[in-house]
């Protein structure tokens, strides 16, 4: 991984838009972000070919503080938008942030349509098992039997995994890391950009204010610390026995394919239909 300057994230910001920010004190969003601008620096990409796009919700702000080409959509409509932009202009590097409530319940359909499709679109869905902004409501993470504003004696709804729904929806590279490992991220967003097709980097994070609080999960600090301790990587889990990884988070890349990118193929057909008509 390329050495990066001290500065590059302040150089990134936009100082004088919308700051202070509006992130609660010890959430994940901030110490994400940074990992994004470091991974977008260590490119060296041309912030005019770069779009970050975003629906509603708290990691949805980020949009709002880094100087790119930048979307603050509708929520849930993150990818939709994202979609548009792509297939407008496929040369441009195309970035989704976007939370676990925001990317899987209200989106969740934009989410797999584009994954089927294997459009080359990063998408970095900031899991905090929780809508945050919007009032607490459990979201699709949310863990068994958590507490939420909607959930006051304990979430029944079974929560899914957000890789292996991208999995199952054709996705061809899908990773999962955690706010805590932030080099390893970092690299696996390099990765992600870098990769021809629809990647997804499911990014366990932390909201201590609301998700923390309401479920005993300590300050900001300890909810990191369950992350470095609760995770393993999967090359890792694969060597041991069920039972020393269940309930663990596991991390790495979960898959990694090559398939032909949803622009490119559209390239293909539009030509292919031009000849036609001279024939």
């Known amino acids: 991984m390329g050495k990066v300057s001290q500065r590059v994230v302040h150089n990134f910001l936009r100082h004088d838009k919308k700051f202070p920010h509006v992130w609660c004190a010890g959430c994940s969003n901030g110490t994400v972000l940074g990992t994004i601008i470091r991974a977008i620096a260590e490119q060296n990409l041309d912030r005019n070919n770069i779009t970050m796009v975003s629906g509603i919700g708290c990691s949805s702000r980020m949009p709002v503080y880094i100087d790119l080409n930048t979307l603050h ?12 932009i ?22 969740g359909n934009h989410l797999i349509h584009a994954a089927r499709r294997n459009l080359d679109l990063t998408v970095i869905v900031i899991n905090n098992n929780i809508y945050g902004m919007t009032g ?16 006051p004696f304990g979430n029944f ?33 390099v990765d992600a950009m ?34 470095r301790d609760n995770s393993i990587l999967n090359t890792a889990a694969e060597k041991l026995p069920p039972e020393k990884v269940e309930g663990k988070i596991i991390r ?7 398939h032909p990118e949803y622009c490119e193929r ?8 031009k000849e036609m008509q001279h024939e």
């Open 86 to 107: 792509k297939t407008y202009k496929p040369g441009m590097k195309v970035i989704v942030v976007t939370g676990d409530g925001d990317c899987t319940a209200i989106g």
């Open 252 to 258: 790495g890349i979960l898959k990694k394919v090559d």
């Open 157 to 189: 709804d079974t929560p899914f995994d957000i890789c292996d729904l991208a999995i199952g929806a054709g996705a061809t590279f899908v990773g999962r890391s955690t706010a805590f490992h932030t080099i390893e991220l970092q690299k696996m967003i």
């Open 194 to 227: 870098e990769h021809k097709g629809f990647s997804i980097i499911d990014v366990v994070s932390a909201c201590p204010v609301i998700y923390g609080r309401m479920n005993k999960k300590g300050g900001p600090a300890e909810m990191m610390m369950a992350m």
């Open 73 to 84: 959509s509708l929520h849930g409509r993150a990818i939709a938008f994202a979609t548009g």
């Open 266 to 273: 559209y390239a293909e057909l539009c030509t292919k239909v």
């Open 136 to 151: 607490g409501q459990y979201s699709p993470t949310t863990p068994f039997e958590a507490k939420a504003t909607t959930s």
